[in-house]
């Protein structure tokens, strides 16, 4: 946690109670704050995730790649069949 200088001049206008009244809002609004960071434990989770995702997408490409190729195969077969009668 941070430590809050309030200078003199603010402190005098201010007084005592509105002085510790607006040390306690800006201590609130900095442990809120802090709560919505990502941690390391969350960022680890994140990459987990992301290179499963991208692991899953490299094998359905290959797949893909893989058929339209055996398709592409497939019918070269047949027009040389056709060809050849």
């Known amino acids: 946690m941070s430590v809050i200088a309030i200078p003199k001049p603010l402190r ?3 007084g005592d109670e509105a002085t510790d009244g607006l ?3 800006l201590n609130d609004a900095e442990s809120t704050s802090r709560k919505d960071l990502a941690t390391k434990e969350d960022l680890a989770k994140l990459e987990t995730k992301l290179v499963e995702k991208i692991g899953d997408t ?3 490409t290959f ?3 893989f058929i339209f190729g055996a398709g592409q195969l497939a019918a070269m ?3 040389f069949k056709s060809f050849i009668k």
Do not use: D, S
């Open 12 to 14: 005098e206008k201010l």
């Open 23 to 25: 040390i306690k809002v």
């Open 58 to 60: 490299k094998a359905e």
């Open 63 to 65: 797949k893909w790649m």
């Open 77 to 79: 077969f047949v027009m």
